[in-house]
């Protein structure tokens, strides 16, 4: 089993900037992928970014200039810096873990509760 908190949420003027964080813990090895999703109200739940144990990452194209994922490894914990917030980016966002490096949510068997990411003038 793993467990994943996320943290770092709130609501923010847009241009504003958030760092959400992901803390895992339990039997971490069997879950080397951690990914962000996000899910907009009204729309199914999307990818936003993933990482891998090789240190490989990936962001969605519409978003690489603003969002970027990292991961530290010692802590156990997994970031979303997100820069220059736009309207569109409201949503609850996901922390996932899973043994595929993969843009499938239901590759992921392990979710964190969700942290809600508001931007708004």
């Known amino acids: 089993q793993v467990q994943l908190v996320e943290s770092g949420g709130g609501s923010v003027q847009p241009g504003g900037s958030l760092k959400l964080s992901c803390v895992a813990t339990?039997?971490?090895?069997?879950?080397?992928?951690m990914s962000w999703f996000r899910q907009i109200p009204g729309k199914e739940r999307e990818g936003v970014a993933l990482?891998?144990?090789?240190?490989?990452?990936s962001i969605v194209d519409s978003l690489k200039d603003r969002f970027t994922i990292s991961k530290d490894s010692a802590k156990n914990t997994l970031y979303l810096q997100m820069n220059n917030l736009k309207p569109e980016d409201t949503a609850i966002y996901y922390c996932?873990?899973?043994?595929?490096?993969?843009?499938?949510?239901?590759?992921?068997?392990?979710w964190g509760q969700g942290t809600q990411v508001t931007v708004s003038s």
């Open positions: 990482s891998n144990g090789d240190r490989a990452t």
């Open positions: 339990g039997d971490i090895k069997t879950t080397p992928s």
């Open positions: 996932a873990a899973g043994p595929q490096f993969s843009w499938s949510s239901a590759s992921y068997p392990y």
